[in-house]
């Protein structure tokens, strides 16, 4: 019952880097555990990476490893995901949801969902 809402989405050259921002409302935001996805036109919708209840605890899929990062601050109710090194396949709209229950590579894991934001990496 996290209501969520992306922003930070923009056009950024390759091998820029971005922050996006996940704000969530209420205080029950550090209960879940945070993943971010991403979706191309035509593609599936694509796991990034999440972070735990647990701070430090975080998990990448292999596409962004090393590149990405995620970070919570449970003060603002935000999460955050930090975009380094970017290609022009990092191009999609990203998401933000709250895990609910099961592996949270998978969508349906999750219950509650932002409205996305857009990103665009251009050479």
């Known amino acids: 019952q996290v209501q969520l809402v992306e922003s930070g989405g923009r056009l950024v050259q390759v091998g820029g880097s971005l922050r996006l921002s996940c704000a969530a409302s209420g205080r029950t935001f550090s209960s879940y555990a945070m993943g971010w996805f991403r979706q191309a036109p035509g593609k599936d919708r694509e796991f990034v990476g999440a972070?735990?209840?647990?701070?430090?605890?975080?998990s990448y899929a292999n596409s962004v490893k090393g590149r990405f990062t995620i970070s919570r601050d449970t003060a603002k109710n935000t999460v955050y995901l930090q975009m380094n090194s970017l290609k022009p396949e990092d191009t999609a709209v990203y998401y933000c949801a709250a895990h609910y229950s099961g592996s949270y590579y998978y969508w349906n894991a999750y219950g509650c969902w932002g409205q996305g934001t857009q990103v665009t990496v251009s050479s």
């Open positions: 972070i735990s209840q647990s701070v430090g605890s975080t």
